[in-house]
Each structure stands twice: as C-alpha cells, then as structure tokens.
C-alpha cells in the first residue's frame, strides 16, 4: 500500500475541489444555466427564455410559427423584431401572456387606449359637438 503524505493528501483535495466546481467544456449545460444566461430585457430576450422554459427548439418553434429558423434567431438577437401577430402566435405556442414577451407594447397599447378613452370623454363633457 502505497503511503500518501498529508500534504500531498490535501494538494489532491484541493484539486479535486477546484475541478468539481469548475465548469466543464464538455459538460451538457443545464437550463437553469442557459436562462441564467439570458438577457430579459428586451423581447428577443423574452422570446429565448420562454423557449428555454418551456423545452422547445429553435426549429420546432420556427416551424410551429411558419418562419424560417434564421428569422427566429433574428427575433431572439434582436435583429429582427416579431410583428403583433407573431407575438400573439408565440405567445399562444409557448402558453404565455403577450405581456410576458413584450410588456412595453401592452403598456402602450393600454396608454393610447385610455389617453381616446378621456379625451373622447372630454369632447362630449364639454359640449363642442353637434349631430
């Protein structure tokens, strides 16, 4: 049996610790490390980390939406940006809100909406019309 110092002992700990914690190159990486990855912050972002969630391949969901996978990615990169209807599709596809992939057009659709709702209030209040 072959004797191993103490020292050497925790040399071979330490190394195996600092390797441990080391991500591998060759290590699948996990979802929770891809969405760690993902910025949210714009609806590309948003687009990527709804995809993530929910286990669904650039390609699958490219031909569930009747684009072409580049057109995805240019969506996800932000390249490209998805009209309305296409976030109502990928909002349906991945089974999440609208909002949750671009909150900012769902502000501002509400914004306008409530800024017709006064001013058309304060057209009939003040009396201006006739029919």
Same mark, same amino acid.
């Given at each position: ?6 020292? @050497? ?6 190394? !195996? ?15 929770? !490390? ?34 072409? @996978? ?39 659709? !509400? ?21």
């Amino acid at each position: 049996m072959v004797e191993i110092s103490e020292e @050497r002992l925790e040399e071979l700990e330490n190394i !195996e610790e600092k390797y441990k914690n080391k991500k591998s190159y060759y290590r699948p990486i996990t979802k929770e !490390e891809k969405l760690e990855k993902v910025d949210t912050s714009n609806v590309g972002g948003k687009i990527r980390y709804q995809k993530i969630q929910k286990d669904i391949t650039s390609t699958k969901l490219s031909k569930l939406l009747g684009i072409s @996978r580049t057109t995805l990615l240019g969506y996800e990169n932000g390249a490209r940006k998805p009209d309305m209807e296409k976030k109502i599709k990928i909002a349906e596809i991945l089974q999440v809100k609208v909002k949750d992939i671009d909150p900012w057009t769902i502000e501002k659709i !509400e914004e306008v909406n409530e800024k017709a709702n006064t001013n058309t209030n304060e057209f009939y209040e003040s009396g201006e019309f006739s029919f």
